[in-house]
């Protein structure tokens, strides 16, 4: 019978051997994930699937070969090692995140500059212990990353200074990285689902892209069309063009938001029937999707296609005519009504603004409500008494709303008293009480959104049973999806855009450009923004235009300045087009002129 005490004894090695194995295989399943893990469809968590990480393999591999001419690597290798992994695994919970809260990838060189507006912004809406707990949180998580990081390159590094654990992970890794090349190189190997998709391909991406913005600079933009029309159906009526934030066709495609909306879209069609009105809508392509609004605004007002950071710079580089341009050559008084801005704005003086109307120009008196502090609905009040003063000066106004952004709360509340509103008291306290009371469900922004746009729509009718006697062009828009946390996974980049008026021709002309009566449009989209812009203008028309304007000239001739200082001022929101930088000095095609005092505001996506 064998002794007891050496059978024990016998035992103690094999014991630590095999620890010593499994905590390997754990370190190699800890570091694929971090390379490998995918996001959580739509929610800003990650979940683990079944594909490998070329890139850990890889690694592993050259710490094996290296461990075998250098023997093993070093404490200090190791830990810069985890550094680097650590900013790896961030760039991929960005790469794999972004597509699913915003509906695009991630852009290192546009979005990097919008992330102080953003802060700015999540601080002003969410409460400071919860700020401080995410940054804190953010912080500590970072850290046990980059721990657990460590711990498992240490664990590789311990089994690749021994022979035996060295061959097989160098041929176990070996393996999947020649597997990993061939489906590369080769069509016939379809082995790349296995895989996840290199992080260090995503970053030498970005970094491509900013060298090239850098160097070569954007890409030529196409030329302006002529903004041809007289402007004979719409002669002596009010324009107001109404950019709604975040109206996507998700609102007609979605049931649930489909039928949390049907009630103030129902509101909205009884105030254009019981004030002698009409309303026709369609489908059209935004350029832009979950953010960068600025861009459609320029799609529209210029009748280009402008889909990128780098045509917007460059665009503003140039002189070119605008719709701003056309109504002021027409008699109109042209406007800017932009709630959102607090800071200057040169490139109003690009699209020619008369007036523009900031944040401290409307003289809002009421309570912050949110981080964008004033209520659409104050805003329109404000554009209302300007449209109904006494100089019998028709009007074109531009009015990007706000209320509608993302978190898409608070929801100010509605004011039947439109006077009022004016006043340094337009709400009741407990009014602001439960608005203010309103917090985002983050993992679920659907609700909020749906309650953001039907505040607009009962703006909307509000405003027109006010003013059932104006004679009003009222144009609204969306001006891109709603993130892709709220529009969901694969959502088309279409807008829905209504045009109200009592002008029968006007909606007529439309209606013959494939417009449907209602405010249901109908598929499929008639084109981008920029074809929307001749649609407008043919709608508009008599049929006789008149030439287009100089594209010399760049602002109407009566351009007045709203508040000290200001070029112009718009953007779609505070911190996204207030405060501005240099923009990057650019060629323009030939023929253009350049106007050096014109810059590119930082903004939030």
């Given at each position: 019978?064998?002794?007891?005490?050496?059978?024990?004894?016998?035992?103690?090695?094999?014991?630590?051997?095999?620890?010593?194995?499994?905590?390997?295989?754990?370190?190699?399943?800890?570091?694929?994930?971090?390379?490998?893990?995918?996001?959580?469809?739509?929610?800003?968590?990650?979940?683990?699937?079944?594909?490998?990480?070329?890139?850990?393999?890889?690694?592993?591999?050259?710490?094996?070969?290296?461990?075998?001419?250098?023997?093993?690597?070093?404490?200090?290798?190791?830990?810069?090692?985890?550094?680097?992994?650590?900013?790896?695994?961030?760039?991929?919970?960005?790469?794999?995140?972004?597509?699913?809260?915003?509906?695009?990838?991630?852009?290192?060189?546009?979005?990097?500059?919008?992330?102080?507006?953003?802060?700015?912004?999540?601080?002003?809406?969410?409460?400071?212990?919860?700020?401080?707990?995410?940054?804190?949180?953010?912080?500590?998580?970072?850290?046990?990353?980059?721990?657990?990081?460590?711990?498992?390159?240490?664990?590789?590094?311990?089994?690749?200074?021994?022979?035996?654990?060295?061959?097989?992970?160098?041929?176990?890794?070996?393996?999947?990285?020649?597997?990993?090349?061939?489906?590369?190189?080769?069509?016939?190997?379809?082995?790349?689902?296995?895989?996840?998709?290199?992080?260090?391909?995503?970053?030498?991406?970005?970094?491509?892209?900013?060298?090239?913005?850098?160097?070569?600079?954007?890409?030529?933009?196409?030329?302006?069309?002529?903004?041809?029309?007289?402007?004979?159906?719409?002669?002596?009526?009010?324009?107001?063009?109404?950019?709604?934030?975040?109206?996507?066709?998700?609102?007609?495609?979605?049931?649930?938001?489909?039928?949390?909306?049907?009630?103030?879209?129902?509101?909205?069609?009884?105030?254009?029937?019981?004030?002698?009105?009409?309303?026709?809508?369609?489908?059209?392509?935004?350029?832009?999707?979950?953010?960068?609004?600025?861009?459609?605004?320029?799609?529209?007002?210029?009748?280009?296609?402008?889909?990128?950071?780098?045509?917007?710079?460059?665009?503003?580089?140039?002189?070119?005519?605008?719709?701003?341009?056309?109504?002021?050559?027409?008699?109109?008084?042209?406007l800017a009504v932009m709630?959102?801005?607090?800071?200057?704005?040169?490139?109003?003086?690009?699209?020619?603004?008369?007036?523009?109307?900031?944040?401290?120009?409307?003289?809002?008196?009421?309570?912050?409500?949110?981080?964008?502090?004033?209520?659409?609905?104050?805003?329109?009040?404000?554009?209302?008494?300007?449209?109904?003063?006494?100089?019998?000066?028709?009007?074109?106004?531009?009015?990007?709303?706000?209320?509608?952004?993302?978190?898409?709360?608070?929801?100010?509340?509605?004011?039947?008293?439109w006077g009022r509103l004016?006043?340094?008291?337009?709400?009741?306290?407990?009014?602001?009480?439960?608005?203010?009371?309103?917090?985002?469900?983050?993992?679920?922004?659907?609700?909020?959104?749906?309650?953001?746009?039907?505040?607009?729509?009962?703006?909307?009718?509000?405003?027109?049973?006010?003013?059932?006697?104006?004679?009003?062009?009222?144009?609204?828009?969306?001006?891109?999806?709603?993130?892709?946390?709220?529009?969901?996974?694969?959502?088309?980049?279409?807008?829905?855009?209504?045009?109200?008026?009592?002008?029968?021709?006007?909606?007529?002309?439309?209606?013959?450009?494939?417009?449907?009566?209602?405010?249901?449009?109908?598929?499929?989209?008639?084109g981008g923004l920029p074809?929307?812009?001749?649609?407008?203008?043919?709608?508009?028309?008599?049929?006789?235009?008149?030439?287009?304007?100089?594209?010399?000239?760049?602002?109407?001739?009566?351009?007045?300045?709203?508040?000290?200082?200001?070029?112009?001022?718009?953007?779609?929101?505070?911190?996204?087009?207030?405060?501005?930088?240099?923009?990057?000095?650019?060629?323009?095609?030939?023929?253009?002129?350049?106007?050096?005092?014109?810059?590119?505001?930082?903004?939030?996506?």
């Amino acid at each position: 019978m064998p002794d007891r005490g050496s059978a024990q004894a016998s035992s103690q090695p094999r014991r630590p051997a095999l620890w010593r194995r499994l905590a390997l295989v754990a370190a190699l399943v800890l570091l694929n994930t971090a390379l490998s893990f995918q996001n959580h469809w739509p929610t800003p968590w990650v979940e683990v699937r079944r594909e490998l990480s070329a890139e850990i393999a890889l690694l592993v591999l050259a710490l094996a070969l290296g461990a075998r001419v250098w023997g093993p690597p070093s404490r200090r290798l190791l830990a810069g090692l985890a550094v680097l992994l650590t900013l790896l695994a961030v760039g991929r919970y960005a790469a794999v995140t972004a597509p699913a809260l915003y509906g695009r990838p991630i852009n290192l060189f546009w979005d990097a500059r919008h992330l102080p507006g953003v802060a700015a912004m999540l601080i002003e809406a969410a409460p400071v212990p919860l700020v401080l707990g995410g940054v804190l949180g953010l912080a500590l998580l970072l850290g046990i990353v980059y721990a657990l990081l460590r711990w498992a390159l240490r664990q590789v590094g311990a089994a690749v200074g021994q022979p035996a654990p060295r061959r097989v992970l160098t041929v176990l890794c070996g393996a999947v990285a020649a597997a990993w090349l061939a489906g590369v190189l080769s069509p016939r190997v379809d082995w790349e689902h296995a895989f996840s998709l290199p992080v260090t391909k995503t970053y030498a991406q970005q970094a491509a892209f900013v060298i090239e913005a850098l160097g070569a600079g954007p890409r030529a933009l196409p030329p302006s069309p002529p903004l041809q029309s007289d402007l004979a159906r719409v002669q002596g009526a009010h324009v107001v063009m109404v950019f709604a934030e975040s109206y996507g066709a998700v609102t007609y495609d979605q049931p649930r938001l489909a039928r949390a909306l049907a009630a103030s879209r129902a509101d909205l069609a009884g105030a254009v029937a019981q004030t002698g009105r009409g309303v026709v809508s369609a489908f059209v392509r935004s350029p832009t999707f979950g953010g960068s609004s600025w861009l459609a605004h320029a799609s529209l007002l210029c009748g280009v296609e402008v889909a990128e950071g780098a045509d917007y710079d460059l665009l503003l580089a140039q002189r070119r005519e605008t719709l701003v341009h056309r109504f002021a050559r027409a008699g109109y008084r042209t406007l800017a009504v932009m709630p959102g801005l607090r800071q200057p704005w040169p490139e109003g003086a690009f699209y020619g603004y008369a007036t523009i109307l900031g944040a401290s120009a409307l003289d809002y008196r009421g309570p912050a409500l949110g981080w964008w502090r004033i209520p659409d609905q104050f805003a329109l009040a404000r554009l209302d008494a300007d449209l109904t003063n006494a100089d019998g000066r028709p009007r074109l106004a531009v009015f990007p709303t706000i209320n509608s952004h993302i978190p898409f709360s608070p929801t100010p509340p509605y004011q039947p008293d439109w006077g009022r509103l004016l006043t340094s008291n337009p709400f009741e306290p407990a009014q602001i009480t439960a608005a203010l009371a309103q917090r985002p469900d983050l993992t679920d922004l659907s609700a909020a959104y749906a309650d953001s746009l039907a505040y607009l729509f009962k703006v909307l009718a509000g405003w027109l049973r006010l003013r059932p006697d104006l004679d009003l062009v009222l144009l609204v828009l969306g001006d891109h999806q709603p993130a892709a946390a709220v529009s969901g996974e694969g959502a088309t980049w279409e807008v829905p855009v209504h045009l109200i008026t009592g002008r029968t021709a006007v909606r007529d002309a439309l209606v013959a450009q494939g417009f449907t009566p209602g405010l249901r449009p109908r598929r499929p989209a008639l084109g981008g923004l920029p074809e929307l812009t001749g649609m407008l203008l043919r709608a508009f028309d008599s049929g006789r235009s008149v030439p287009a304007m100089d594209p010399g000239m760049t602002a109407a001739p009566d351009a007045e300045v709203a508040e000290p200082g200001v070029l112009g001022a718009t953007g779609e929101h505070g911190p996204d087009r207030g405060r501005v930088q240099p923009a990057r000095r650019t060629e323009p095609p030939a023929g253009s002129a350049t106007t050096p005092t014109q810059r590119a505001p930082v903004s939030a996506p």
